[in-house]
């Protein structure tokens, strides 16, 4: 078994199974990226539930893992050289890829286009989705001023066109299903539950709102968007 008592994470959450990759997350749209990917690798592991509070993501346990106080994150017992901790939802999925020798292409060119879409998502995509939702559902929407908000629903919608001028004519963004799709998707879904899918005219769109709805259908996006569960 295992010996992972060098990571001080496993203090507050206790490894049940060291032997598999221990994933500390909450299902958010970045949270789900590793739990769908895991699922979709076939990858074994132990989900933690490490809840947005403060209590959580800032003890000194989570931030002995990831300095930057943002779930998700990872150890994989089995490392390149042993016991590895990571941190940052794209990085993870990279390393999963490498690692599983999946959902990253076949060749050098393939993995090139598909880590590009992922930084699309972790540069763009996500950060600018993650303002709109502030200023659209939470406590940005009490802001008297409407530029702040306006210049995310700008940018979302610029966002938006490019994926629906690249999703025209194939099912996922970089040819075939790919860890690019794992990160694009759970932030396009996102809109909905920000409540922002009207003023930044999804509706409007034919691709985009197609592709969401073949990546949710998947058993393993199914399965994996709720891991883990936050209802316990």
Not at 215 to 230: D, E, L, Y
């Given at each position: 078994m295992t010996d992972l008592s060098n990571f001080s994470i496993t203090g507050k959450w206790p490894a049940h199974n060291p032997d598999v990759i221990q994933l500390y997350s909450y299902p958010t749209p970045n949270g789900v990226k590793v739990s769908i990917a895991l699922e979709e690798m076939g990858i074994a592991y132990e989900p933690h539930l490490v809840t947005l509070s403060d209590a959580d993501v800032k003890s000194p346990e989570f931030l002995s893992l990831n300095p930057n106080n943002k779930i998700p994150a990872i150890i994989d017992p089995n490392g390149p050289d042993g016991p590895i901790g990571l941190w940052e939802s794209g990085a993870i999925l990279i390393y999963l890829a490498e690692k599983s020798g999946?959902?990253?292409?076949?060749?050098?060119?393939?993995?090139?286009?598909?880590?590009?879409?992922?930084?699309?998502?972790?540069?763009?995509?996500?950060?600018?989705?993650g303002q709109l939702g502030y200023f659209s559902k939470f406590a940005g929407s009490e802001i008297e001023d409407p530029r702040p908000k306006q210049r995310y629903v700008d940018e979302a919608k610029r966002l938006l066109a490019v994926l629906e001028k690249e999703l025209d004519g194939k099912d996922w963004i970089a040819g075939d299903f790919s860890i690019a799709d794992i990160a694009i998707a759970p932030w396009l879904n996102a809109l909905a539950f920000y409540g922002t899918q009207e003023i930044t005219g999804y509706h409007d769109l034919k691709n985009v709102p197609a592709y969401v709805?073949?990546?949710?259908?998947?058993?393993?996006?199914?399965?994996?968007?709720?891991?883990?569960?936050?209802?316990?």
């Open positions: 999946m959902l990253m292409g076949s060749n050098a060119a393939q993995k090139a286009h598909v880590i590009k879409w992922v930084m699309f998502q972790m540069g763009g995509l996500g950060p600018m989705f709805e073949r990546f949710m259908a998947r058993p393993a996006v199914q399965k994996g968007k709720t891991i883990p569960n936050p209802k316990g």
